[in-house]
């Protein structure tokens, strides 16, 4: 008589529902709405950086902060993704799916410039 062992992974964890500084962590719907609202943002801000050299640094800056705040929040969305019926989930952050290796790209070449600039 063998017995079947089941191996069963436990992947519940507990995230913190406050953040370090005692805000209440977003939702995944105000974690996409953010990120749009970010990603509109940026676009728009972007032609205004001028061409001087600490114009190119704080623009680049801006840059790298932005874009590593789309995938925190990205990040964020999938972790709370329960919170939304799977359509609408996929509905809302498919556009966010597709911009997430984008945004990766951004920041590996905003880094690489200012390096580039700086030194």
Request: charged share 15%; hydrophobic share 55%.
């Amino acid at each position: 008589m063998l017995q079947k062992i089941r191996m069963k992974f436990n992947l519940n964890l507990n995230f913190p529902r406050k953040s370090i500084f005692g805000f209440e962590i977003l939702s995944s719907l105000q974690s996409s709405i953010s990120c749009y609202l970010l990603l509109i943002i940026g676009r728009f801000l972007n032609p205004y950086f001028g061409f001087e050299r600490n114009q190119i640094i704080s623009g680049s800056l801006f840059n790298i902060v932005l874009n590593i705040s789309i995938v925190i929040l990205v990040i964020n969305l999938i972790i709370k993704r329960k919170q939304l019926p799977k359509i609408k989930f996929i509905f809302f952050n498919s556009l966010l799916f597709i911009y997430l290796p984008i945004a990766l790209y951004f920041i590996f070449v905003y880094v690489k410039f200012l390096m580039f600039v700086w030194f």
